[in-house]
């Protein structure tokens, strides 16, 4: 009777997940419409030679050839990772620590959340408008104050543009991490910091003996989206400095702008937008690595 019993469960749950596969279909219609179609086109546009306005003409690989031949090349990939991991490095423990304080039972934390969530909200042209504004050394914020401090030229300086570069895109994306931290440590059971306590453990000591390593797939998902989407940083960069000075904040993303819609030569920036995704691909792919092989376990591994 239990192995009918066992047979008849097995078949109830591989029809109902038959049934909620159709569940699956629209997203994928909408992926491959917006992803795969368009993806597909720009690797096609990438053996061709196009203006953006004329016909279009086969060229093979010459456009590839003239992108890896290109000395901007390297530049703008080695610049691409270092704001990669300028930007990960101030996020992710600035995100844990918000997410983490977010998360306790503060009488005024509904009102933090929603006050510190503001800057995703704002566009990231607006941003950098207004941080452009606000840093320039004769009508800023330093000059308006008083603040010899404060009047720099900002965005004149290799180090500090590229440092400003780093700072307003933190600014506008650690609100969103923290958020992803918030839920992350609500999901830790509140018994182990109740053991804890009765072992003597103070707040330090229960924050990396317990939440840390309990974030651990958290900390993972948050950098992945975290590094793939500062591949993609363009908008903010291009208001901001345009790539400057000289090429300093010259993005991979933004070299793809210039070639493609400055320079019209359609084939290399597509070229580079094949290489921007394939970055993209192996890089979420080593960080799924860094999770082990079951990266979709839960995170109270410990509990």
């Not at 953006?52 to 003239?66: C, K, M, N, P, V």
């Not at 960069?237 to 702008?257: E, H, N, Q």
């Not at 921007?276 to 192996?282: D, M, P, Q, R, Y």
Request: aromatic share 10%; charged share 10%.
């Amino acid at each position: 009777m239990s192995t009918v019993a066992t047979s008849a469960t097995a078949a109830s749950r591989a029809g109902r997940s038959g049934s909620l596969a159709w569940l699956a279909v629209p997203a994928l219609v909408i992926f491959t419409g917006f992803g795969l179609i368009p993806l597909a086109g720009v690797l096609v546009l990438s053996f061709t030679s196009w203006d953006g306005l004329g016909d279009i003409g086969f060229t093979g690989l010459d456009s590839w050839r003239a992108v890896l031949a290109d000395p901007q090349l390297p530049h703008a990939l080695w610049v691409t990772f270092l704001v990669m991991a300028a930007s990960w490095a101030v996020q992710t423990p600035a995100s844990i620590l918000l997410g983490t304080f977010l998360a306790g039972d503060q009488r005024y934390r509904a009102f933090l959340s929603v006050l510190y969530f503001i800057p995703l909200l704002l566009s990231s042209a607006a941003i950098a408008i207004t941080y452009k504004a606000l840093l320039d050394p004769n009508f800023g914020l330093g000059a308006g104050l008083g603040i010899p401090l404060l009047v720099q030229d900002w965005l004149g300086e290799p180090v500090l543009a590229f440092s400003v570069v780093i700072f307003v895109v933190s600014w506008q994306f650690i609100p969103f991490h923290a958020l992803i931290y918030q839920g992350g440590v609500r999901q830790i059971p509140r018994s182990m910091y109740e053991a804890a306590e009765l072992d003597g453990a103070g707040r330090v000591r229960k924050f990396f003996s317990i939440t840390l390593p309990q974030l651990k797939y958290t900390i993972i998902t948050s950098s992945t989206l975290m590094v793939v989407g500062s591949l993609t940083f363009f908008d903010l960069i291009f208001v901001l400095t345009a790539g400057g000075p000289g090429d300093t904040t010259r993005v991979l993303a933004l070299d793809m702008y210039k070639r493609g819609f400055q320079a019209n030569l359609m084939g290399p920036a597509s070229a580079i937008a094949v290489i921007l995704v394939l970055v993209g691909l192996v890089l979420a792919l080593l960080l799924r690595r860094l999770g082990g092989r079951d990266a979709a376990h839960s995170q109270l591994e410990g509990a």
